[in-house]
């Protein structure tokens, strides 16, 4: 019976496993991975302390520091269940089954689908979900990036260095994010941008040699070799289904990181905390520790 069970091992997940150490909880820490969301981000240049890293180097870091504590990780390893068991929780995964008094869920978001047809079928063909991991796949090739937001900035961003021609694909109006990135894509003139633009079709034959998009009424294909789909993110929550959430899917909190149960915590991206940053998620972890630390401090 561990006194508290981490699941995820992204930025919140990892720096609650430092602050449960210090605090010499005992505690477990499950992952399908480590890093998250950062593992598969670009060029950072807005976390403390680092002008300039990117998302695998501060990954590394992260994994340093955890490690240094010699934490219990299970990893690779992921959560199928998550249920409430006569004043504790029993925690069930694709490899054995776990109990604890208290559970902080960091589990993160994943990569919202696109939903059309060749998507299933050309993925790791040349679809993709992670330009950090699969850009240098691509060199002076053409590649469309399906998005608006961050993400699809930042996958822009690294496909510059890269690619030859790169086809921003963007339902809405105009482009969001944050405004630096945004310049940088708009006045590169490797960067085609289609506004308003719905992606209908991904065509290949062992591989993507195309892309098919609609714009007004006005259906266009383009010769491309990759896809990368960067449409933002699901909550990692399909293991619980009694815990409040918004209508998002996002998990609810309140200042102190306690949802609607009593005795489960949540921290990060997976929660409905307002933004979505890695120092954020990081200090949203920090937090729901210390919580825990009251929490078991004041429990029977």
Do not use: W
């Not at 520091?65 to 990893?75: I, Y």
């Not at 993925?123 to 979900?129: D, L």
């Not at 699809?152 to 690619?163: F, G, P, V």
């Not at 489960?264 to 990081?282: H, M, P, S, Y």
């Amino acid at each position: 019976m561990y006194e508290l069970i981490i699941i995820g091992a992204g930025p919140a997940g990892i720096t609650a496993a430092v602050y449960a150490a210090r605090k010499q909880i005992n505690f477990l820490i499950i992952s399908q991975d480590i890093g998250g969301q950062t593992a598969l981000s670009g060029d950072i240049e807005n976390y403390t302390g680092y002008q300039f890293i990117s998302g695998p180097q501060l990954t590394e870091k992260f994994e340093e520091h955890m490690r240094q504590f010699k934490v219990q990780l299970k990893h690779p390893e992921s959560v199928t269940r998550l249920e409430r068991n006569d004043g504790f929780f029993a925690i069930t995964t694709n490899k054995g089954k776990y109990e604890t008094k208290v559970v902080i869920i960091a589990s993160g978001k994943k990569p919202r689908l696109l939903n059309v047809p060749g998507e299933k079928e050309f993925k790791n063909k040349g679809v993709s979900y992670c330009a950090t991991c699969d850009a240098p796949l691509f060199p002076n090739k053409a590649v469309a990036v399906i998005g608006g937001g961050n993400s699809a900035l930042d996958a822009t961003l690294q496909l510059i260095k890269i690619a030859q021609k790169i086809y921003l694909i963007n339902i809405n109006e105009k482009l969001g994010g944050d405004a630096i990135m945004r310049e940088r894509v708009e006045t590169s003139d490797k960067v085609t941008i289609y506004n308003s633009t719905k992606t209908s079709e991904i065509l290949g034959d062992k591989f993507v040699k195309a892309i098919r998009i609609r714009q007004n009424d006005k259906e266009t294909t383009l010769d491309v070799q990759g896809v990368f789909v960067e449409i933002g993110s699901m909550p990692g929550v399909d293991f619980i289904d009694f815990i409040e959430k918004n209508k998002f899917g996002e998990i609810k909190i309140d200042a102190e990181n306690k949802t609607n149960v009593p005795g489960i915590f949540a921290a990060g991206d997976v929660t409905d905390c307002l933004e979505k940053q890695i120092i954020i998620a990081a200090g949203e972890g920090a937090k729901a520790v210390l919580s825990v630390f009251r929490y078991l401090s004041t429990h029977k």
